[in-house]
């Protein structure tokens, strides 16, 4: 049973574009919904994380939007860059259920 | 500080062949977590340590897979008689709250 589902599976923006993934989950005891950014060759690296009692979270670039009553949450990577290039999971939980990942092209 | 370490970072092995993959956490995370990822693909969850407890192998694919950690810190996964599709990277990850996850470089697997 799939409990994250995240969309796109691939996503492709121009530099200076918002990417926008998407991730719905169902499981309401999840507390916890963290996004990871990942390189080829290496290990998923926190980027950010919010919490369900907030509808947004914003660092830098990067901005979770949380809806609790849809159950979903999102990441926007706003000015988009080519070293943004990545594959990125969201996650829910303490035992960190994924999604499948988006794989994010940024064009130059 | 250091971070998550694993060890060996590529293994090639024969099918029907037994490896060991270890794992060193970053020094005081009590939490322990085993992934696997296939080419291209998601992370499958397989197994979590509490300490030196497992309170959660639900992931383990089969039972040729059995992992153990030991004084709470370094943890090893145990993949017996290995079949092709047992070939993925196999990442570790430690957490001091169960919250903020810290993973390592991964073991990239090969069973031929």
């Known amino acids: 049973q799939q409990q994250v589902k995240q969309s796109p599976q691939s996503l492709i923006v121009q530099k200076g574009g918002i990417s926008i993934i998407n991730c719905a989950y169902e499981?309401?005891?999840?507390?916890?919904f963290p996004w990871y950014q990942q390189f080829p060759g290496k290990g998923p690296a926190l980027l950010i994380a919010?919490?369900?009692?907030?509808s947004e979270k914003k660092e830098g670039r990067f901005t979770i939007s949380f809806n609790k009553s849809a159950k979903q949450f999102s990441l926007h990577i706003m000015d988009s860059q080519p070293g943004d290039s990545a594959t990125y999971f969201c996650a829910a939980g303490n035992m960190l259920t994924f999604g499948g990942g988006t794989r994010l092209m940024v064009k130059p | 500080g250091a971070g998550v370490s694993q060890s060996p970072s590529n293994k090639v092995t024969e099918k029907g062949k037994d490896v060991e993959l270890r794992c060193d956490p970053i020094?005081?995370?009590?939490?322990l977590y085993w992934y696997r990822q296939s080419l291209g693909q998601g992370l499958e969850f397989l197994i979590y340590f509490q300490g030196n407890s497992a309170p959660d192998k639900s992931g383990l694919p089969s039972d040729r897979f059995s992992a153990e950690r030991t004084g709470g810190s370094v943890s090893t996964l145990t993949i017996q008689r290995t079949q092709q599709e047992d070939s993925a990277v196999y990442l570790c990850?430690?957490?001091?709250?169960?919250?903020?996850?810290?993973f390592g470089p991964g073991t990239r697997l090969l069973v031929l």
């Open positions: 919010i919490r369900p009692d907030v």
């Open positions: 990850a430690s957490s001091l709250d169960g919250r903020r996850v810290f």
């Open positions: 499981n309401t005891a999840f507390d916890y």
């Open positions: 020094s005081g995370h009590t939490a």
